[in-house]
Every structure is written in C-alpha cells, then in structure tokens.
C-alpha cells in the first residue's frame, strides 16, 4: 500500500470551486455566530453584575451551562433536537431556508457567547475599582468615567483574549460539518471522497485554515500595539478553546 | 408539537451511560477511556514541547515553536481527519478508531498544554535557577527539583481548564465511529427519535463532569494559594 502524490487534483476538477465555497460559509458562519456571540456575551456580563438575583442566577446559568458541554453536543441538539419543538409556521420557514446552517450558527454563537462572557468579566475585573473612584474623585459623572476612561482600558485588556477567543470560533466552526453545513472542512472531505487523495485535500484545507489564523492574528496583535498605553502593560491571555 | 418524554433516557441509561460514557460493552468506545490516556500522555507530550519552547539550542526550540504555532492554527477536527488517513499509511496497517482518536489527541493538546507548561516555568522568578546553580545543582537537577514542582503549582488553574477542554474534545472522536458518550446518544436516537431528550440528557452527564472538575480546580487554587 504505496501511496501515490497527486497535488494536480487540487487545481483540476472542482476542487478549487469547492474549497472556495466552502471558505465562504465558514466566513459566513462564523462571522454570523460571532456577532451572536458578542451580543450574547456582553448581555450575559451585564446581567451577572446586575443587582437583581434572579438575572445574575440566569446569566450564571447560561454562562456555566453552555460553555461546558462539547459543542458537538449543541450542534446536534439545536440541529435535531429544537426544530420539532417550534411552532409549525417558524418550522416550515427554517426547514426551507437551510436548517442545518442557522442550526450552526445558533449553536457556535450561544456556546462562544458564554465563553466571550468570561473574558469580558475577567477583563473588566482587571481593572481597579480605584479608577472609576479617581474619575468621580476628578469632577466626572459615572457615565463620563466609563467612557472616557474604564472603557478605553477595558477594551485595549479584552483584545488579546478576544481575539484568541475569536480564532477558537473560527476553528471550531469546522464542527459544523457533523450537521452537514458545507464549510471549509467539509469540502475538504469532499475533494477527499471524489479523488480518493486524502494527504492532498487535507494539506489544502489545513492551509486555508492557517493562513486564516496567522492573517487574524497578526491583525490583531498589530492593533493592539498600535493602540497599546505606554506605561501599561497589558497581559492578558486568552483561555484556549 | 410534540410531547417530551425523558422515560427513553431511563430506557436506555445503560448502553448510554456503561457503554458510551465508561466504555464497557460490545463495542470499542467509552468517553472516559479515551479522555484519561488523552489527558495523561498529551501532558506528558506537552511538557516536552513546552521545555523544548524554552531551550537554549535554536535546533529544539524552532521545531517545537512552529509545533505549537501549525496546531494551534488549525481545527482538532482536521487533525482527527489527517491521522484518520496517515496513520494507516504511514504504519502500514489497520488502526482502530481508539488509536487513532488517541494519537490525534494527545498530539493536537500537546501544543495546548506545552503553553501552558511554557508559561508555568516562565513563571517561576529567575533567582530559583540562579541559585539553585549556585548551590551546585546541574541544569536538569534544577529543572526537576527546583523549577517543575513551582511552575506545576502555578500551571493547576489553567491546566485543570485545558483538561475540561479536551473532555469536552473527546466527543469529537464520534465522527471517526467511535462509541463515546455522543455516539451511544446519536445510536439510541436512530432508533427512538427522541433528540431533544438524549442530547439534553448528555449535555447534563457533560456538564456534571466538566463542572465538578472546575470546582475542584477553584478548591486547589485556593488551597494551594498564590505562589
């Protein structure tokens, strides 16, 4: 059993056409449950600072229960397991309009969500309460010292964990396939079936995917010494997946 | 709509629980037989890669530097994939999904874990080595009775977190045919039709282990306190 190298099935064929459709839905993908993640994430921080027990008990639930069980898991739960228990008008919509691909998107973006929940409140924990104290102290209004101070901070702190947090999205999105949505990887699998050369596919899209990363990463690093206070060192690291 | 009824869990609990969560039973599988060796050998592995991030030799550091860099760029579900179809090439006969569910593991969180290993020596202040050289002990005698038993105390907390990490992962081994805990779910379910139950069901038995290992790791924290 000899394996036999044929890079040319990559640029014959539909191999490329797939491998770029497949590029655009994991874009797709993940760019939708990013945002979803986001507005999640933020909301589900808001509310564990909240003063009213009951909205912190909910967002403390949220927060615990959906970043701790395996995304496969939500994949195949939002994907069969919620469409039965909606009403039939919303069923049908989503049943004509690709169930598997918001079925994805809901899943990444509420599991990423309870993830991005942590990094914001360990972000705004790093910064010290004397701050908002000094800004009173200096003659500005509460909501003056969030946004001309405690925010600036806080968002220059987020950065590296957010952006490692964002990679995990990106990554993670290829879990999308078990649900049959034809992203990156699964297009990858594809060239794989109709060729039969494996090593060749799977170089390919682990390229794609690479570069992805390192292009994203160096964005963001980038950002964050252009925008870096000198004098303040910032170190936060990014919880890994 | 459609009525729920949590009774196929209770129906179905065994092949559920002994087969797909422990292993045991007529098939290859069990999500905490592969998460345990996982965790183990990808530390082991891991420690390796995060000293060989700090040596001195460029020849070491370079590899083990762009090790980390290529896996932490690319999906666990690609990785699971590329050994799916190397390893039989590459060793020339048929491997089983555990193995090569196994292999993809604990190469993949290596990478991870060697981070954090790196992070953890790091960690500890540069005053240790030097007089721990100045007493007389040699590079690896400092190395394994002065600087690992500190950095292992600060790396708990995020070393705990990335063993979550690769629990939950382990349920990726389903797509290759492995019976872990997801797989058993996704079993009963061709057969009963009942997703919202089984898959909720699941997610509990995830979480319940996931959560009581966070909650330890928080106990060690503060038992062990700042280093």
């Known amino acids: 059993m000899k394996y036999q190298f044929n890079w040319s099935v990559l640029w014959s064929g539909q191999s490329g056409q797939w491998l770029l459709s497949g590029l655009i839905l994991t874009l797709e993908l993940s760019v939708l449950a990013w945002l979803m993640a986001v507005v999640l994430g933020t909301v589900a921080g808001a509310f564990r600072t909240a003063p009213w027990k009951p909205l912190r008990a909910v967002a403390t639930f949220y927060v615990e229960f959906f970043r701790n069980v395996p995304l496969l898991v939500w994949m195949f739960f939002w994907y069969f397991g919620v469409p039965p228990l909606l009403p039939r008008a919303l069923q049908d919509w989503v049943f004509a309009h690709s169930l598997e691909f918001w079925a994805a998107v809901c899943a990444l973006g509420v599991y990423s969500g309870a993830r991005f929940s942590e990094v914001l409140r360990s972000g705004i924990q790093s910064i010290p309460r004397t701050l908002i104290e000094a800004s009173v102290a200096s003659g500005l209004t509460v909501a003056q010292a969030y946004r001309h101070v405690i925010l600036p901070i806080a968002l220059r702190l987020i950065i590296p964990p957010a952006t490692s947090e964002s990679l995990n999205l990106l990554k993670n999105s290829s879990v999308a396939l078990t649900i049959s949505v034809a992203e990156l990887t699964f297009q990858t699998r594809q060239i794989e079936t109709y060729t039969a050369k494996a090593i060749e596919a799977l170089t390919a899209g682990t390229l794609v995917y690479l570069v992805l990363c390192v292009t994203i990463a160096s964005i963001m690093g980038w950002v964050e010494r252009r925008t870096a206070i000198p004098g303040l060192i910032t170190g936060g690291r990014g919880e890994s997946r | ?227």
């Open chain 2, 1 to 227: 709509m459609v009525m729920l009824d949590f009774g196929v869990v209770w129906r179905n609990l065994p092949f559920l629980l002994i087969q797909g969560f422990l292993g045991f039973g007529n098939f290859v599988g069990g999500t905490l037989r592969l998460a345990i060796p996982a965790i183990v050998l990808g530390f082991v592995l891991g420690i390796f890669i995060g000293l060989g991030r700090l040596a001195p030799q460029a020849w070491i550091r370079l590899p083990a530097t762009l090790y980390v860099e290529f896996f932490r760029g690319v999906p666990l579900v690609m990785v699971i994939f590329w050994m799916w179809f190397i390893m039989p090439i590459v060793l020339q006969t048929a491997i089983p999904e555990f193995g090569v569910a196994l292999a993809a593991f604990v190469i993949f969180e290596a990478a991870y874990l060697g981070e954090i290993v790196r992070a953890g020596i790091q960690s500890v202040p540069r005053g240790q080595v030097e007089a721990a050289t100045a007493v007389g002990l040699t590079g690896a005698q400092t190395m394994r009775h002065v600087v690992l038993p500190q950095a292992l105390k600060n790396m708990i907390p995020s070393l705990v977190t990335q063993f979550i990490v690769l629990f939950k992962d382990t349920s990726l081994a389903s797509i290759i045919g492995f019976m872990d805990l997801t797989k058993a779910a996704q079993v009963v379910n061709n057969r009963e039709i009942r997703p919202f139950e089984l898959y909720l069901f699941i997610a509990v038995i995830y979480w319940v282990c996931t959560y009581s290992m966070s909650r330890y790791a928080r106990h060690l924290e503060r038992r062990l306190g700042p280093a």
